[in-house]
């Protein structure tokens, strides 16, 4: 990716054209994609491609371009021939709530790429990749699983609140468990690319039986932010609310009696009182600050001595 030779005519989109998300399987056989169509899915997709920039920028050290490739159904075989016998990151990430697992899987050479570059270097790769990973490049790939986990959780906040552990990575697909030939998966793929360089892929694959609850929200046809409020409104809404009126008062003393002096009180009676220096000025059952009481054109007035922070309530 780093070293890869510019190729300004270069599609950045995959060469190969892929099949669309089937929507029927073949005759006698059972259907790999029971939703339709995954327009949320999709969505979720785009939003985690751009959080990707934020996670191999500082590892390229360079900007990156990411995006997010229409995703597609295929049959666990289908999908692991189509990858070849190269060196490649097999990455399990354990889905809680519940015990099914998605598949981040990454090429060999970039991830020897980006060890290279973390270790000083200029992301060269050797000509001959090597048949398995060195414990660094295992933890390399653990490293990336642990960055993608957050953002990936977040782009399924809207739908669903799903955790993702990164667990032992495996060069030889066969050895994952719980995944046979003939399980449907999703694969979702993003595109990784910086300057006139070769692009690069990840690939973040999920079992249809694991997302099977969700069906109904993967299937909208409509997810994202909620639309902005007219400026006009929020002018008229802030105006108005400014123009609410609270009540201010000031506890000036609160003497303290007896239960016999109290119930021997007579109109005439005087019960003396002391005023501090400042005293509590009080909006509605919310403290202001406090003040000290004095006159003003006439007028008895308190003087605000000292005011508490209004927002102090919600610093919790």
Same mark, same amino acid.
């Given at each position: 990716?780093?070293?890869?030779?510019?190729?300004?005519?270069?599609?950045?989109?995959?060469?190969?054209?892929?099949?669309?998300?089937?929507?029927?399987?073949?005759?006698?056989?059972?259907?790999?994609?029971?939703?339709?169509?995954?327009?949320?899915?999709?969505?979720?997709?785009?939003?985690?491609?751009?959080?990707?920039?934020?996670?191999?920028?500082?590892?390229?050290?360079?900007?990156?371009?990411?995006?997010? +490739? $229409?995703?597609?159904?295929?049959? !666990?075989?289908?999908? #692991?021939? /189509?990858?070849?016998?190269?060196? %490649? *990151?097999? =990455?399990?990430?354990?889905?809680?709530?519940?015990?099914?697992?998605?598949?981040?899987?990454?090429?060999?050479?970039?991830?020897?790429?980006?060890?290279?570059?973390?270790?000083?270097?200029?992301?060269?790769?050797?000509?001959?990749?090597?048949?398995?990973?060195?414990?660094?490049?295992?933890?390399?790939?653990?490293?990336?699983?642990?960055?993608?986990?957050?953002?990936?959780?977040?782009?399924? +906040? $809207?739908?669903?609140?799903?955790? !993702?552990?990164?667990? #032992?990575? /495996?060069?030889?697909?066969?050895? %994952? *468990?719980? =995944?046979?030939?003939?399980?449907?998966?999703?694969?979702?793929?993003?595109?990784?690319?910086?300057?006139?360089?070769?692009?690069?892929?990840?690939?973040?694959?999920?079992?249809?039986?694991?997302?099977?609850?969700?069906?109904?929200?993967?299937?909208?046809?409509?997810?994202?932010?909620?639309?902005?409020?007219?400026?006009?409104?929020?002018?008229?809404?802030?105006?108005?609310?400014?123009?609410?009126?609270?009540?201010?008062?000031?506890?000036?003393?609160?003497?303290?009696?007896?239960?016999?002096?109290?119930?021997?009180?007579?109109?005439?009676?005087?019960?003396?009182?002391?005023?501090?220096?400042?005293?509590?000025?009080?909006?509605?059952?919310?403290?202001?600050?406090?003040?000290?009481?004095?006159?003003?054109?006439?007028?008895?007035?308190?003087?605000?001595?000292?005011?508490?922070?209004?927002?102090?309530?919600?610093?919790?």
């Amino acid at each position: 990716m780093v070293n890869a030779p510019p190729d300004t005519t270069m599609r950045e989109r995959r060469e190969r054209d892929r099949p669309q998300a089937a929507h029927s399987g073949m005759l006698g056989s059972a259907k790999l994609n029971p939703f339709g169509d995954l327009h949320t899915l999709q969505h979720l997709s785009a939003r985690f491609a751009r959080t990707l920039r934020g996670v191999f920028e500082p590892m390229l050290r360079q900007e990156v371009r990411s995006w997010a +490739e $229409p995703l597609v159904v295929q049959r !666990f075989a289908d999908y #692991r021939a /189509e990858r070849g016998d190269g060196l %490649i *990151a097999w =990455l399990p990430m354990v889905m809680t709530p519940g015990a099914a697992q998605a598949l981040c899987v990454m090429d060999g050479r970039f991830i020897l790429e980006l060890l290279d570059l973390f270790f000083g270097g200029t992301g060269a790769v050797p000509p001959v990749l090597p048949a398995e990973f060195s414990p660094a490049g295992e933890a390399m790939i653990a490293r990336i699983g642990q960055l993608i986990a957050t953002p990936l959780k977040t782009a399924w +906040e $809207p739908m669903a609140r799903f955790e !993702f552990q990164p667990t #032992r990575v /495996e060069v030889n697909p066969a050895m %994952i *468990a719980e =995944l046979d030939g003939e399980d449907a998966m999703i694969v979702t793929r993003f595109g990784l690319a910086t300057g006139a360089g070769k692009p690069v892929f990840l690939d973040l694959v999920y079992p249809v039986t694991a997302l099977k609850p969700h069906a109904p929200s993967l299937t909208t046809k409509v997810l994202g932010k909620t639309a902005e409020p007219d400026p006009a409104w929020r002018n008229e809404l802030t105006r108005a609310a400014m123009n609410i009126r609270f009540p201010i008062r000031s506890v000036l003393a609160e003497p303290v009696v007896s239960l016999q002096m109290l119930m021997d009180l007579k109109p005439g009676d005087v019960i003396p009182i002391t005023i501090s220096g400042d005293v509590p000025v009080m909006v509605g059952n919310d403290r202001l600050g406090c003040g000290t009481v004095g006159t003003s054109n006439g007028f008895a007035a308190i003087q605000l001595t000292s005011i508490t922070r209004i927002d102090e309530g919600f610093a919790a």
